[in-house]
Nanobody, 126 residues
Framework: QVQLVESGGGLVQAGGSLRLSCAAS????????MGWFRQVPGKEREFVAL???????YYADSVKGRFIISRDNAANTVYLQMNSLKPEDTALYYC????????????????????WGQGTQVTVSS
């Protein structure tokens, strides 16, 4: 069992930056693929970024070049550095984890993850 707690959300002006953190419980954090997703009311939860056990990363096209995902296995934490924020980045951001291996396309689906945090709100004003 893995428990995830997100933090770092808030209100920021367009063009600004935020860093989200996701603290994980358990001693097997380093063996999990970690992902960030986001959701706005009335829409499906969408993939943002993932980081593998070997720290390989993959991003949604909408955030590529602006967001950076990283992990600190010693601290059981995954981060999402968000730069050049846009109003369309406004959403509730969720951290997710899975011990399973799967293809990259499948890993951009919410079905690929067993564990989820409660979310942290990011609001970008124009």
């Amino acid at each position: 069992q893995v428990q995830l707690v997100e933090s770092g959300g808030g209100l920021v002006q367009a063009g600004g930056s935020l860093r989200l953190s996701c603290a994980a419980s358990g001693r097997t954090f380093s063996s999990h693929r970690m992902g960030w997703f986001r959701q706005v009311p009335g829409k499906e939860r969408e993939f943002v970024a993932l980081i593998n056990r070997d720290s390989g990363t993959y991003y949604a096209d909408s955030v590529k070049g602006r967001f950076i995902i990283s992990r600190d296995n010693a601290a059981n934490t995954v981060y999402l550095q968000m730069n050049s924020l846009k109003p369309e980045d406004t959403a509730l951001y969720y951290c997710a984890a899975t011990p399973r291996s799967s293809t990259i396309p499948y890993s951009t689906s919410t079905r690929a993850y067993e564990y989820w945090g409660q979310g942290t709100q990011v609001t970008v004003s124009s």
